[in-house]
């Protein structure tokens, strides 16, 4: 195996969760407006599954995060910050020929038509991860393994890779898939929706957001992806401001080892959020989800765990933040339908001696 790992692999081991992906230095603006008129950034990491593995880490779970980083002072930091979350990085190995992605973006939401993002990420370390270079002893003993489309857009040694953790094989894990559609990183954007729908119907459990099955496939509506989608024993199809839609059960355990019943359907609405910057809440729904599923949680109770998690990182500047306390999550995600529709949250919320607003 080549590459030289950050630390032992005895706390990746014993992970619940392990997250593989790339994660690169972000810089973000110091003001709202163009690339081309922003004067300063600062500096934070970015990457959707190592995202989740800091999440997850926060709210109190054994995460690791498995990717390749380069040799240099971007590595190092993006080593150091993810570790600070408490996630495993015996997984990363640093590559001392290509470099550590890096990007810039603007402040507004990514699917505004003003968003833009300058990618330094072409020939990157985690580019060249492989089934050759991945370390696989992490693999058989946790209970999750989290993937996403992003990393089958990198590269074809990538998109092997993935083709091959999603693939049957004796003690895999859960196979956790967030479709996650970039179609700015894919260099064939026409191979992206077919790669993109094996992958996810080769998986256990899926999150797409409806607009993205709408761009990528040309499918519309909650039940149109589920029919495109039989395969995975739990699908989450993200709706936005309407909620979540889970569709789960197919003769299969949905995760958590209970038996969800087959063709099982529930709906939860969105939570109603003062928006501080609206990045990250994707990743941060797909944490408080897998939460909420490791501990055996109902599907309501998980999909309202994942609107908690997205609401917390929605109220704070950056794409990461600390959750709320377990047991102030779990009074929430107990309230009955009618005081759930009346909570708001802004930014703050999430501390223990914050008063949660109902209107």
């Known amino acids: 195996m080549s590459g030289t790992p950050v630390r032992t692999a005895d706390a990746a081991t014993a992970a619940e969760v392990v997250c593989l992906g790339e994660s690169m230095v972000t810089f973000l603006p ?3 407006g163009r690339l081309a008129d922003v004067p300063s950034f600062g500096r934070g990491i970015g990457g959707a599954e190592s995202n989740v593995a800091c999440a997850l880490a926060a709210a109190g779970h054994r995460t690791a995060w498995v990717s390749r980083v380069g040799a240099d002072g971007f590595g190092d930091h993006l080593v150091e910050a993810i570790a600070g979350y408490g996630v495993d990085t015996s997984g990363v190995r640093r590559d001392p020929s290509r470099p550590t992605g890096i990007y810039f973006r603007t402040a507004t939401d990514r699917a505004t038509d003003v968003h833009e993002v300058a990618y330094y990420r072409a020939g990157s370390a985690a580019s060249a991860m492989s089934p050759r270079n991945i370390p696989y002893v992490t693999l058989p003993t946790t209970r999750v393994l989290h993937l996403s489309g992003i990393t089958a857009a990198l590269s074809a040694d990538c998109l092997a890779l993935l083709h091959d953790l999603t693939g049957p094989r004796p003690g895999r894990p859960l196979i956790s898939f967030d479709v996650n559609h970039r179609p700015g990183l894919w260099r064939d954007a026409d191979a992206s929706p077919e790669v993109l729908l094996d992958l996810a119907r080769r998986s256990d459990l899926v999150f797409v957001g409806e607009d993205e099955a709408a761009e990528a496939w ?3 509506g909650a039940e149109a992806i589920r029919a495109a989608l039989p395969e995975p024993a739990t ?3 993200k709706r936005g401001a309407e909620g979540a839609t889970v569709f789960s059960g197919s003769g299969a355990a949905d995760g958590a080892g209970d038996a969800s019943g087959a063709g099982a359907v529930t709906t939860v609405p969105a939570l109603r959020v003062d928006v501080v910057a609206p990045v990250g809440a994707g990743d941060a729904f797909a944490a408080g989800f897998l939460s909420a599923t490791l501990r055996d949680l109902p599907v309501r109770d998980r999909v309202r765990h994942g609107h908690l ?14 959750p709320p306390a377990r047991a102030h999550a779990d009074g929430l995600a107990a309230l009955d339908d009618e005081a759930w529709g ?10 223990d001696d914050q008063e949660v607003r109902t209107t």
Not at 312 to 321: F, S
């Open 235 to 237: 699908l989450v199809v």
């Open 309 to 322: 998690m997205a609401a917390a990182v929605l109220t704070v500047p950056g794409d990461l933040t600390a």
């Open 30 to 32: 110091s003001q709202p």
């Open 342 to 351: 009346r909570l708001r949250l802004g930014p703050g919320w999430t501390g």
């Open 218 to 220: 040309g499918v519309t």
